[in-house]
């Protein structure tokens, strides 16, 4: 067991945790960053699979996210587009597919009217909300007490209006169904994004991706920390006073002024503190929850569907993979697709054997882009649930009521423990965007904690 005294001790080599080392280290402060597993990255994750480079987690990147942005620049670090080009394909609650161009669904005039008047709302609303405090909003408790897919109906009748609408935010981000959690949560999501119109608008939020992957900005990053990372060390013992921290990893222990504990919400329970902290963070910890999505890859000899004139890109609300895009990677000339499977139907296809899950999975991707898309040579699906040091995807949410009510202590610090996620920031809420905008804001806290 090693000693070690430093300056912040940062739990946690995701985007968020390195991002805060990195800065309080331009500050002039020493740090240690002690991480669970035996990578850096978290629910960033890269892999080579049969020559196909896959993105297990976290990939995209939008126009609006500039404090990503920003770092990747400071790393010398290039994004790629997307590949965008051709038709896109709706499925409907009854199987009929549709392609289409544009960027309305083909659902007739009458639905898509009232999808525009439901999207116009919620622009209208996250206008007026501030994406660091929702719950200062005029009607937060209000909002917060209803449920999304019950708000939606009181604004439409038009039953697959509401359920597209409800996808965006749903099946789409918050990886929960519709009724777990609140209209006000939806708009701290569409507000994180700048407006809702840009969260629906997949050429805006899946804008580009990261030249060396996403799992590669952190990678670039723990090179610049050197010595000061260690991967292997699970801390689940902290002791603090006003005075300072000790934080126990496997083989590491740590003494230090401040900590910055980066692990995603859920996981601060893991952690044993001594003493134990104050009863309303006991509380707030509690209805801070992962969703549960399902990331699929699969990898064919070509991107046969480009040949048809297709994007790739697939919607199907009610479909067992509800989204599909064309991921292949830059230089590939092998074809990847990502689907995506949310909340129950995830549940569903856990419930499965592993066989018939991949069957199954591959049929609901045929169904959309023919017989071709059976013939996959790399099948792959991300199971974050899976992982002790994530348990589930993408990323933490409040329950009904739990915004309003907990939100306001969620960035607030114990004495010399600070908290610092993706999942508690404002602008690139649950994005790696909002990781590092989360890191950098608690390396400027602390620095001037003791500075002054
Ligand atoms: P994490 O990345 O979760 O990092 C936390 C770190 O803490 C992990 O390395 C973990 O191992 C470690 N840890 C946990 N407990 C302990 C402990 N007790 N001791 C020590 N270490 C511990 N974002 C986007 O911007 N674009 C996307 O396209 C996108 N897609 C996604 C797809 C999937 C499947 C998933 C899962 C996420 C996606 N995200 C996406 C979200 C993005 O990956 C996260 O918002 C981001 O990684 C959060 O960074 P973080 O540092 O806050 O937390």
């Given at each position: 067991m090693r000693t070690l005294d430093r300056d912040v001790v940062i739990i946690g080599a995701g985007p968020s945790g390195l991002t805060a080392a990195y800065e309080l280290r331009k500050a002039g402060k020493t740090v240690a960053v002690l991480e669970a597993r035996d990578r850096v990255g978290g629910r960033t994750w890269s892999e080579d699979m049969d020559g196909a480079t896959i993105e297990i987690g976290g990939q995209w990147i939008s126009p609006d996210q500039t404090g990503l942005y920003s770092l990747i620049e400071e790393l010398g670090i290039e994004t790629f587009e997307r590949y965008k080009q051709g038709s896109s394909i709706y499925m409907s609650e009854d199987g009929t597919r549709t392609v289409y161009d544009g960027a309305d669904f083909p659902v007739g005039e009458a639905t898509v009217a009232e999808m525009n008047k439901l999207v116009a709302e919620m622009d209208r609303l996250t206008a007026q909300v501030d994406p660091d405090a929702p719950w200062n909003h005029p009607r937060a408790a209000e909002l917060d007490m209803v449920s999304f897919h019950h708000w939606l109906r009181t604004l439409s009748d038009d039953e697959v209006a509401c359920n597209n609408v409800g996808l965006f935010i749903?099946?789409?981000?918050?990886?929960?169904?519709?009724?777990?959690?609140?209209a006000l949560q939806a708009l701290l999501m569409s507000s994180s994004a700048g407006s809702f119109s840009n969260l629906v608008d997949e050429d805006f939020i899946l804008d580009r991706r990261i030249v060396g992957t996403m799992q590669g900005v952190s990678i670039a990053v723990a090179k610049r920390l050197g010595d000061d990372v260690f991967l292997n060390n699970p801390v689940l013992k902290l002791d603090w006073s006003d005075s300072g921290v000790t934080a126990h990893g496997t083989d590491i222990t740590v003494n230090a002024a401040k900590v910055i504990i980066a692990v995603p919400p859920n996981l601060y329970s893991r952690i044993s503190y001594n003493p134990p902290l104050p009863r309303r963070q006991h509380v707030t910890h509690q209805h801070q929850s992962m969703g549960l999505v399902i990331k699929v890859h699969a990898v064919y000899e070509t991107p046969f569907w480009r040949e048809e004139g297709l994007s790739g890109t697939c919607f199907g609300p009610s479909a067992i993979v509800q989204e599909l895009y064309d991921n292949t990677y830059h230089g590939e000339t092998t074809g990847t697709l990502v689907g995506f499977i949310s909340d129950l139907q995830a549940d569903a296809m856990f419930e499965l054997p592993e066989a018939e899950r991949k069957d199954v999975i591959l049929k609901g991707i045929a169904e959309y882009l023919g017989p071709k898309a059976l013939e996959a040579k790399v099948f792959y699906l991300s199971d974050f649930g899976s992982e002790e040091w994530t348990r589930g995807a993408y990323a933490t949410s409040y329950d009904l009521g739990g915004l309003f009510r907990f939100g306001p202590e969620?960035?607030?610090?114990v004495g010399p423990i600070y908290f610092s996620s993706s999942d508690l920031a404002g602008e690139g809420y649950q994005h790696v965007d909002g990781a590092v905008r989360m890191g950098r804001r608690t390396a400027a806290r602390i620095v001037a904690a003791v500075d002054g």
């Open positions: 749903a099946g789409g981000m918050l990886t929960k169904p519709a009724h777990t959690f609140s969620q960035n607030k610090n």
